[in-house]
């Protein structure tokens, strides 16, 4: 498909979706937050593509918004405005709920909303080099669109500071509080994206789909007889699909499944 904004990688199994504006460190307007909701949504209904990996051309992973749209945004009135932060808000839900695994791969800095793209992603892999923050208030706004993410991420303790403060958050600390899973030298990111990619694929992608959707409905919830009844339904749904049997029978036969290709 074509894309102006966007470029799309395909090894084997592996997607990677390039945001390909460098020259404005790959900054939000309207045609990357389509571009970017049209590609999640192709490569999580093709089938052979099992891992999506999202990363950025040039110094930067994402800035966030781009100025110019901003500006415009400032003109417009409440209707113009709040249609662009559904977009916004609709192309984050979009990448968080995908069936198949995410990872972030984060060179440089990841600013408002490109600290969300990188909460959103399953899996996120920064070089230590790179730098976060929910900069938003400095502009007189807030980090609305991408809370969901990065609270799901950091904590409401970690986000009552620096969704106020603006902090610029290195790469460690970014592990440290939860933001990112892994941060590794700018020289070994490849590596560490590719091997996080390849231990992925040796999971069923059904259980890798279903995987996720329990995440989405246990967390949180208090441990009653409900959530017990619900976790009971959801295995015994999976044990019955063809892909837990042949996963269980390739265990026994001590061969790999049929899903993992050569």
Known sequence: MPFQALEIE??????TIWMN?????NAFDELLIAELTAACIALDEDKDVRVVVLAGRGKSFSAGADLNWMKRAANNGLDDNLNDARALARML?????MKKPTIA???GAALGGGMGLAAACDVAVAATKAVFATSEVKFGIIPSAI???VLRAIGARQATRYFQSAERISAERAREIGLVHECVDA???DAKVQEIATALLQGGPLAQAAAKDLIRAVAGQPVNETLVEETAHRIAHLRATPEAREGIAAFLDKRSPAWIGE
């Open 187 to 189: 020289e070994q990111l």
């Open 105 to 107: 791969r984060v060179q």
């Open 147 to 149: 809370s969901p993410y």
């Open 93 to 97: 839900r979009t990448l968080a709920e």
């Open 10 to 15: 395909l090894t084997g199994p592996v997607a």
């Open 21 to 25: 504006r460098p020259d404005l460190h």
